[in-house]
């Protein structure tokens, strides 16, 4: 990317959405020599021009203004994810490249919509699966492809955060089905994109979804009624990459859980296992350790090979693998090569993630 990078002016790029936009994306974007940050997007007008003073850059409290900037190449969107969809469409009309936060929309059948449109018109859509780009992970992958374990097994995925757990944080679209809130959204599509990755696509799935906090506090003090899921607790067979064998895989999901173990994911096979996790609930990089157990040998802690650091760190962990996602995308947007994770993977993972939403209906209903 550097060299060419070097030869053409930097791809100019707007954000929309000023949470992990603001945080994460714009630090990152501006770590890239082949993207250049030049605008920002946000509804309120009072938000904006905090944000706009602060980095010195225009904003635009309209989609539309932001579209029809020419120095406006493509977008990154981190909105919440119910008008996702909707910008995400218009933007690839407007032949603008993106880069789109998960869930990618509030169902597959959108994120369908966007891919039929973004190969139509030729353009790069990156997907912010982050955890492809951490060290610690991509060696996992490595290892895993490399059949390190031999035959996997069984997979058992627990990702039990306290995020949630005090019942005093107000209600936010996050508490809300509709809008696309919950567990299922904030980690199950990251989760069964990282299962997806290292072993192979979902299938049979089944699911119990539970709100173990029924009510939360309104600004005003009123309490209102919860009804996107805290807890999910899923099985699923994992098609392995010869294609024959199926690899039943539990996956437990909380933001509820006090004094939660964090993210950790084990792989059993037939030569021996490998454990990555992290106690670390703050941040998704810093913490996080390998260590891979072959039959008979005692457990050996593993480091990431030297191609797979990353050249700059941040005291914010989850800064370093969005520069390098950011990266892969220039790279795509340059070279017009697919883009991965895209919008192919974003597919799978939000298919999962409706389906895991019916199983749960049935087995209520």
């Known amino acids: 990317m550097h060299s060419q990078s070097s030869q053409q002016p930097p791809i100019g790029v707007a954000i929309a959405g000023l949470g992990f936009g603001e945080a994460v994306h714009l630090p990152a974007l501006q770590a890239n020599p082949g993207l250049k940050p030049v605008a920002l997007w946000h509804p309120r007008q009072e938000r904006l021009d905090q944000a706009c003073m602060s980095h010195g850059l225009k904003g635009f409290t309209e989609w539309d203004a932001v579209l029809s900037d020419p120095a406006v190449d493509a977008v990154i969107v981190t909105t919440p994810p119910a008008p996702r969809h909707d910008l995400a469409r218009r933007a690839l009309e407007a032949g603008k490249h993106l880069l789109l936060e998960k869930p990618v929309a509030l169902h597959a059948d959108q994120v369908a919509d966007l891919q039929r449109l973004a ?15 951490v060290p610690l992970f991509m060696q996992a992958a490595r290892l895993l492809q490399a059949g390190a374990i031999g035959t996997p097994w069984l997979v058992k995925y627990d990702w039990l955060m306290s995020s949630r ?14 809008q696309g809130g919950g567990v299922i959204g904030a980690l199950g599509t990251h989760a069964f994109d990282t299962l997806h990755w290292l072993i192979g696509p979902s299938t049979d799935l089944r699911a119990l979804h539970h709100t173990a906090i029924g009510q939360r506090p309104t600004p005003s003090g009123e309490m209102r009624s919860v009804d996107a899921e805290d807890v999910a607790l899923i099985q699923a067979q994992l098609q392995a990459p010869d294609g024959q064998t199926m690899v039943p895989a ?26 990555l996790g992290s106690d670390n609930q703050k941040d998704y990089v810093h913490g996080f350790s390998l260590c891979l157990s072959k039959d008979g040998d005692s457990p050996r802690v593993i480091q990431p090979d030297a191609d797979l650091n990353f050249p700059t760190t941040w005291s914010d962990g989850r800064i370093a693998p969005v520069a390098r996602l ?33 199983s749960h209906r049935s087995w209520c209903h």
């Open 250 to 275: 539990q996956i437990s999901l909380a933001s509820v859980a006090r004094n939660g173990r964090g993210c950790w994911i084990e792989v059993y096979g037939s030569e021996g296992s490998l454990t």
């Open 119 to 133: 190969v139509q018109k030729r353009l790069s859509v990156a997907v912010d699966f982050e955890y492809r780009a």
């Open 165 to 178: 757990a005090n019942a005093q944080r107000p209600w936010s679209w996050y508490s809300d089905a509709a």
């Open 326 to 358: 950011q990266g892969w995308w220039a790279d795509s947007i340059r070279t017009g090569r697919p883009m991965v994770p895209g919008l192919s993977e974003g597919l799978l993972s939000q298919t999962a993630c409706d389906q895991s939403q019916a």
